[in-house]
C-alpha cells in the first residue's frame, strides 16, 4: 500500500508521498514575520488537532515564531474544522479579543478562507493573512488583497511520487518512509508563473 497526501500511522503502507507540512509552515511563519515587521501579536486559526497536515502546519508555523522571531508572539490557536462558517466566527472573536493582532496564519484552505470573511465582516485592514492550500475563494481572496499569500503543496508531484512509488514497489524496490513532494509561496505576483499555475487549483 502506498499512501500519499496526508500521512497514516500504520505499518501496512510501504511509503508516503507527501507535503513536508512543517517545513511549509515554517515558510509561511517566515512569511509573516516578514510582512508584520517581526514584531507584533499573530494567530492560528487551524482545521484539526489529529491529522499530520493540521498538527505539522501548526507546529511547523509556531516553532519557527519561537525559533526565529522573539518579538512575535502566537497569543491564540484556535481550530474551524476547515469550515468557512467556524473560521470566520473564530477570525472575529480573536479581532475583539486582540485589538493589537497583526497577523493570522489559517492552515487549510477553509481555515484561510473563513479567516479572510471574518476580516471583511469585521471590517478590519491591516491584519495580515496567510493561507494554506488555494481554491477559487482563496485566490481571489488574494487578488483582492484580503490574503497576502499562501502555501501550495505540490499535488502534481504528490500524483506522480505515489505512482511511480507503487511501480517501484511492485519491482521489489525499496523506498523510503516519507517522500517529500515540495511546496511553494504563492500570492498576487506570482500566481500566474507557469510552475506556480500548475500546482494550484479552483
Do not use: C, W
Not at 487551524?46 to 508555523?61: K, V
Not at 504528490?158 to 515540495?182: N, R
Request: no cysteine; aromatic share 6%; net charge positive.
Amino acid at each position: 500500500m502506498i499512501a500519499f497526501d496526508s500521512g497514516v500511522d500504520s505499518d501496512i503502507v510501504l511509503t508516503t508521498a507527501q507535503t513536508d507540512s512543517k517545513a511549509a509552515a515554517a515558510l509561511a511563519a517566515d512569511k509573516m514575520a516578514e510582512k508584520i515587521g517581526g514584531e507584533g501579536e499573530v494567530a492560528v486559526i487551524g482545521h484539526d488537532q489529529t491529522s499530520t497536515t493540521g498538527t505539522g502546519r501548526r507546529d511547523g508555523f509556531v516553532d519557527q515564531i519561537k525559533a526565529k522571531y522573539p518579538k512575535i508572539k502566537v497569543v491564540s490557536i484556535q481550530y474551524g474544522g476547515g469550515d468557512h462558517l467556524k473560521s470566520a466566527e473564530i477570525a472575529k472573536t480573536l479581532l475583539q479579543s486582540y485589538p493589537k493582532l497583526k497577523g493570522i496564519f489559517g492552515t487549510n484552505e477553509g481555515s484561510a478562507i473563513g479567516a479572510g470573511k471574518g476580516l471583511k465582516e469585521a471590517k478590519k485592514s491591516g491584519v495580515v493573512l496567510i493561507g494554506f492550500d488555494s481554491g477559487k475563494a482563496q485566490k481571489d481572496m488574494i487578488n483582492d488583497g484580503t490574503i497576502a499569500g499562501a502555501i501550495t503543496q505540490n499535488p502534481v508531484g504528490i500524483g506522480y511520487k505515489t505512482v511511480e512509488a507503487a511501480v517501484k514497489a511492485l519491482k521489489g524496490e525499496k523506498l523510503p518512509k516519507i517522500i517529500d513532494t515540495g511546496f511553494y509561496y504563492y500570492d498576487k505576483s506570482n500566481m500566474k508563473d507557469a510552475k506556480i499555475a500548475a500546482v494550484l487549483y479552483d
